[in-house]
Nanobody, 116 residues
Framework: VQLQASGGGLVQPGGSLRLSCAASGRLDSTKSMGWYRQAPERGRELVASITNTGSTSYTDSVKGRFTISRDFAWHTVDLQMNSLKSEDTAVYYC???????????WGQGTLVTVSS
């Protein structure tokens, strides 16, 4: 599985960004995909995930502001981020997990900076 993340950038507080993760390779046994983020001097945090059944989960700090979605064949997983705050500033990484593997696949990070 290969993952390519895009969509990061600089946005003012209260603004919006949409991150996209393009997936390729063997996607037929995908169990879940989602997004982690890592801010300076902080550990990597799971932000949002979506499963093969369409079930979604979010870390508490982004509930009501972020929405994760995917296309039916797992080719794209998007993260719509609204009402952005300075504390959302981080490098965001998409990931994928398969039913038949313990390996977690990672995309390259995309930087989101929320600042006035």
């Amino acid at each position: 599985v290969q993952l390519q993340a895009s969509g990061g950038g600089l946005v003012q507080p209260g603004g919006s960004l949409r991150l996209s993760c393009a997936a390729s390779g063997r996607l037929d046994s995908t169990k879940s995909m989602g997004w982690y983020r890592q801010a300076p001097e902080r550990g990597r945090e799971l932000v949002a995930s979506i499963t093969n059944t369409g079930s979604t989960s979010y870390t508490d700090s982004v509930k009501g502001r972020f929405t994760i979605s995917r296309d039916f064949a797992w080719h794209t997983v998007d993260l719509q981020m609204n009402s952005l705050k300075s504390e959302d500033t981080a490098v965001y990484y998409c990931y994928a997990e398969r039913f038949d593997s313990m390996v977690k696949y990672w995309g390259q990070g995309t930087l989101v900076t929320v600042s006035s």
